[in-house]
């Protein structure tokens, strides 16, 4: 299963499925990160984490832990 | 008639600027019952009929934030007239989601389209406004256009009175309609169905279902699972986003292709670069915290405070204070209350405000630009190790200056959690009023050594990042799961009345403070030093020896008798402690009186450093002072602690917590740092100060609650949880 948290820089991918349950799940749904949606990865932050995404046309930051939780293709 | 109209909207979708624009400078601001979300209110300078209500930002109506638990109560309890949803038209998607959910309530909406003029991309209003069932109308919230057709619409709208609903898949329109008839008749039944299929606790917790209905609805709920495949919150999200896409499709021309660089994509692609993204940030902070609080030719903050302490009440008002008192031959009892506890007291505070102003003026044109979204984006992983946010480090920063702005500009940070700790541990650093502290034991004891400072900071900080470790552990803090999912906003320029607005918001509530709390401490701790009983007599004294303060002091000593103040200083430390209180710099001069110095003192009173000398040792000397770096603030900080907690318990538990915390510190290097220099002999305390360490150490190390945070199911957020 790969998962966004091991995508590299100016990766584009498609999400697959959204693990996980509760307030976090249902933000990064609400920010647009659903089934089907394409990501691109823009960049990691300086410290390694986290990372930035361009998703529906803006910037959308998401830390490693919670991107873990979200499978791609 | 008045109408009530709501305005919603995503965060940075110029939703401030607007309001700001619609209301002018009639605003009310405070805070929703109990939470420290702020809420404003004004009414239109054109039309004072409509009462526009600001609703916090949100992305969605989902039961999970704060700020979007108090907006959908307000959309549903108090039922608004209509609803004037503002639309950041450059991300039309996202902002589009929520709008769908607004549509639901059954209250007219209307939509204000704004940054229009920013966007290349080419929108049918027509037939937007026909896909939403719903006005759209385009605004320049900047530029101030477009608000009087908007506000037109508004009041047109309003007498409607109901609104066409977004609709999704007829199996889900089907179930929803099944549930409708299962629940009480009432204006937002569909609203209420919709929740309930969704599986929202906060409403079914509302409704108290019975155990069939319930059953009814997880069994229409499962068919639909079923029948997508996926859970319901995440079958829902999609249809909404399905929806958006095509109406996009239908309605947009897009011009960019995706993903291209934008002008904000290239300032960030060096301002968040690898390598650049840390210099430039501390380059920012030292140029601000440089004009702010340093002490250069610029540092027009310091330049203010300075006149305001030194002139303004230090001669000026106390000059005039004298003439008025001579002149109407003034009782002296009343003319040292007015001079020596309400000027010097209220003084000692407002003398900050230039400094506050200088400062928030810069906060507020960091966040209005979008900085302050990659501060977090760029320090988060660091901070949040000790429990705390990437936007932590402002208030942190500032607080080397002063505690109480640093306090205030905790009011960045989104996660209730994280603010909280912020607030909780920003007291601990040493603020430019303990300096003087420090410089009075460095010089009278430890030979003027610089490493006496920057043990304090090594100190302070190591406080703020073990109470960060130690506190995040507690349930009270882990029990509120706090995803950093956050966006990052476009640069824009600032917008001169935003700045001002949230500038003289902060700066207002400071000075108001100042005239309530902190005059009444310093009315309080004046009369407790200016009388006391000489023979027998209780009476006004000039010697501060006498006072009750004193006596205060001397019934209260054996408190710090487990930190090595003992003997004949344990008193006069006492006191000291007590009028650090009212501003920290007050503990020198306090020593000064009782050392019985007549003069005027110098900053780091170097003329008591030998009477000083002879009372403290090395090891008393520095738990002196540690207590007084760590323990319980300055009034002025303590209010800015009530202020932004909002809350009369945290506030108690923040300050309760640095002192406890203090004591301990001190209590801990006292006993077992006189131990190991065959100071203090091995005692009952040596032993406290071992389980108090333990204890730290305990504290610091053991597995904490938030390992347990991804169990927490939907249901385990109830209402309590976020009211408290």
């Known amino acids: 299963m790969k998962t966004l948290d091991t995508c590299k820089p100016n990766d584009t991918i498609i999400v697959k499925k959204l693990h996980g349950t509760g307030a976090i799940k249902r933000r990064i749904m609400d920010m647009g990160v659903t089934k089907g949606t394409e990501v691109f990865v823009r960049k990691i932050a300086p410290l390694g984490d986290p990372m930035e995404l361009n998703i529906r046309g803006y910037e959308l930051s998401i830390r490693k832990e919670d991107a873990s939780k979200i499978e791609v293709e | 008639m008045e109408i009530k109209a709501a305005l919603t909207g995503n965060p940075n979708c110029g939703k401030t600027t607007l309001f700001n624009a619609l209301t002018g400078s009639k605003q009310r601001v405070g805070n929703w019952p109990g939470v420290t979300v702020e809420k404003k209110e004004g009414t239109y300078k054109n039309d004072p009929s409509i009462l526009i209500q600001d609703l916090p930002g949100i992305y969605s109506l989902s039961p999970y934030s704060l700020e979007e638990v108090v907006a959908r109560s307000y959309l549903v309890q108090e039922h608004p007239d209509v609803i004037l949803d503002v639309v950041d038209t450059s991300n039309l998607e996202r902002n589009l989601y929520l709008t769908t959910q607004l549509l639901e309530l059954d209250i007219p909406v209307v939509v204000g389209l704004n940054m229009m003029d920013i966007v290349e991309d080419k929108i049918d209003l027509k037939k937007l406004a026909r896909w939403l069932n719903a006005p759209v109308v385009e605004v320049s919230a900047l530029k101030k256009q477009g608000l009087e057709s908007l506000m037109k619409q508004v009041k047109n709208e309003s007498a409607k009175k109901e609104q066409k609903p977004f609709l999704f898949s007829r199996s889900i329109e089907d179930a929803i309609g099944s549930i409708q008839r299962l629940l009480p008749e009432t204006k937002q039944t569909r609203w209420y169905a919709l929740k309930v299929l969704e599986n929202d606790s906060r409403i079914l917790e509302e409704l108290s279902l019975s155990k069939t209905d319930q059953q009814k609805i997880t069994k229409l709920r499962e068919a639909i699972e079923n029948e997508f495949d996926d859970d319901i919150e995440s079958i829902l999200t999609a249809q909404r986003y399905d929806f958006i896409e095509k109406l996009i499709q239908d309605c947009v021309k897009r011009k960019r292709t995706k993903h291209a660089m934008s002008v904000s994509d290239r300032i960030d692609s060096i301002v968040t670069n690898r390598f650049l993204a840390l210099p430039i940030f501390v380059l920012i902070m030292y140029g601000i915290y440089t004009i702010a609080m340093g002490s250069t030719p610029f540092s027009i903050g310091t330049i203010g405070t300075d006149w305001a302490n030194d002139v303004l009440f230090g001669e000026t008002i106390p000059g005039m204070m004298g003439s008025v008192i001579q002149y109407f031959h003034i009782n002296p009892i009343l003319a040292s209350l007015l001079k020596d506890g309400i000027v010097a007291g209220v003084g000692a505070t407002l003398g900050f405000v230039p400094q506050i102003l200088v400062l928030f003026v810069f906060l507020s044109i960091l966040e209005d630009c979008g900085y302050m979204a990659r501060v977090a984006f760029i320090m988060d992983r660091l901070f949040r190790k000790f429990g705390l946010s990437g936007k932590s480090f402002i208030p942190l920063l500032v607080a080397t200056g002063c505690g109480v702005p640093g306090i205030m500009a905790s009011r960045t940070i989104e ?265 203090v002999p091995f005692n009952f305390f040596t032993v406290v100060a071992l389980v108090l360490l333990v204890g730290i150490l305990y504290l610091l190390f053991r597995k904490g609650y938030s390992e347990d945070k991804s169990n927490i199911s939907v249901k385990d957020f109830s209402l309590n949880k976020v009211r408290s």
Request: charged share 10%; net charge neutral.
């Open chain 2, 415 to 679: 996660q209730d959690r994280d603010r909280k700790l912020t607030i909780m541990t920003t007291g601990f650093i040493p603020c430019g009023a303990k300096m003087p502290i420090i410089g009075l034991f460095a010089g009278a004891i430890f030979g003027n050594s610089s490493l006496v400072a920057t043990s304090a900071f090594v100190i302070g900080i190591a406080a703020v990042v073990v109470s960060g470790i130690m506190l995040k552990k507690f349930k009270a803090f882990a029990g509120e799961p706090a995803p950093f999912v956050m966006e990052l906003p476009a640069y824009h320029f600032p917008s001169l009345s935003n700045v001002l607005h949230s500038t003289w918001e902060r700066g207002f509530s400071f000075i108001k403070r100042a005239g309530t709390l902190i005059l009444l401490s310093s009315i309080v701790l004046w009369f407790l030093q200016s009388f006391g009983f000489v023979n027998g007599a209780f009476a006004f004294v000039d010697d501060n020896n006498n006072s009750l303060l004193a006596l205060l002091g001397r019934s209260l000593a054996w408190i710090f008798y487990p930190l090595g103040w003992v003997g004949d200083m344990a008193w006069k430390a006492t006191v000291a402690t007590f009028t650090g209180l009212i501003a920290k710099e007050e503990v020198v001069n306090t020593f000064g009186v009782l050392y019985n110095f007549g003069g005027e003192l110098s900053e780091a009173g170097n003329e008591i450093w030998t009477l000083v000398a002879a009372d403290f040792s090395a090891i008393t000397a520095y738990s002196f002072m540690l207590f007084n770096l760590l323990c319980a603030p300055c009034f002025a900080a303590m209010g800015a602690i009530k202020r932004e907690m909002n809350n009369a318990k945290w506030t108690w538990i923040s300050i309760g917590y640095m002192c406890v915390f203090a004591y301990s510190i001190s209590l801990i290097v006292y006993q077992l740092g006189g131990l190991l220099l065959h100071e």
